[in-house]
């Protein structure tokens, strides 16, 4: 299984991102080798959609869980057409001690939006 994390640095002691579709770069964990790889977010860049976007970034990355500090209703909308699963961390927390956290069972799921879109 791989989980992308939401990252502000290429670090897994790096902070995780406040943002979702504007974060710096995805932290994607692989269970199967324990390994992390790092993906700059070419989503951040656009004007509008970028939530959608940065879903279908997760999605081609065959990402199943995403790690997210918050999701608009155009993200979750998407996650939900990808098949990606999201939970929701705390700031202040690094990617390794998010990722933990999740298999502690100890993040929410997020099933619908926690904030509101733009429009």
Same mark, same amino acid.
């Given at each position: 299984?791989?989980i992308?994390?939401? *990252?502000?640095?290429?670090? $897994?002691?790096s +902070? =995780? *991102?406040d943002? @979702?579709?504007? /974060?710096?770069f @995805?932290a994607?964990y692989d269970?199967? $080798?324990?390994?992390f790889?790092?993906y700059?977010n $070419? /989503? &951040? @860049?656009?004007?509008?959609?970028a939530?959608?976007k940065?879903v279908?970034v997760?999605g #081609?990355l065959d =990402? +199943?869980?995403v790690l997210v500090?918050?999701?608009g209703p155009?993200a !979750? #909308?998407?996650?939900? !057409?990808?098949? !990606?699963?999201s939970?929701q961390y705390?700031?202040?927390?690094? =990617?390794?001690? /998010? %990722?933990?956290e999740? @298999? +502690?069972?100890? %993040?929410?799921e997020l %099933?619908?939006?926690s =904030?509101?879109g &733009?429009?």
């Amino acid at each position: 299984m791989k989980i992308g994390i939401c *990252a502000s640095n290429e670090s $897994t002691d790096s +902070e =995780v *991102a406040d943002r @979702f579709a504007r /974060a710096e770069f @995805f932290a994607v964990y692989d269970s199967e $080798t324990l390994q992390f790889t790092f993906y700059s977010n $070419t /989503a &951040k @860049f656009e004007g509008s959609g970028a939530g959608g976007k940065a879903v279908k970034v997760l999605g #081609d990355l065959d =990402v +199943e869980v995403v790690l997210v500090p918050e999701l608009g209703p155009k993200a !979750i #909308d998407a996650l939900k !057409i990808f098949e !990606i699963k999201s939970y929701q961390y705390k700031q202040g927390k690094t =990617v390794r001690e /998010a %990722l933990y956290e999740y @298999f +502690e069972k100890k %993040l929410p799921e997020l %099933l619908e939006s926690s =904030v509101k879109g &733009k429009h």
